[in-house]
């Protein structure tokens, strides 16, 4: 188990909708800042940027990585 796995259990204990799914090659997950949302979502709106461990919202632009994202929680 390595530490993104970790990192998505995390997010199904602290999130009441966590989910995640792949989409085109993509993995989307639900935003860790998620209570900052303007719209709430039901879909996974977040991904990792490809080739780095950093974190993308496409709805609230937010960017972090795991170790943020964890704070921002």
């Known amino acids: 188990m390595d530490l ?3 990192f998505f259990d995390y997010l199904k ?12 090659g993509s993995l989307l997950f639900t935003c860790p800042n ?7 979502s039901k879909d996974p709106t ?3 940027i490809p080739g780095s ?3 993308n919202c496409f709805q ?3 960017k972090g990585d795991i170790y ?6």
């Open 13 to 24: 204990e602290k999130l009441d909708d966590f989910s995640k799914i792949r989409k085109q």
């Open 60 to 62: 609230c632009s937010w």
């Open 34 to 40: 998620l209570s900052n949302h303007r719209y709430k």
């Open 4 to 6: 993104t796995d970790k």
């Open 68 to 73: 943020e994202a964890v704070r921002v929680i």
């Open 53 to 55: 461990n950093k974190i």
């Open 46 to 48: 977040a991904t990792f």
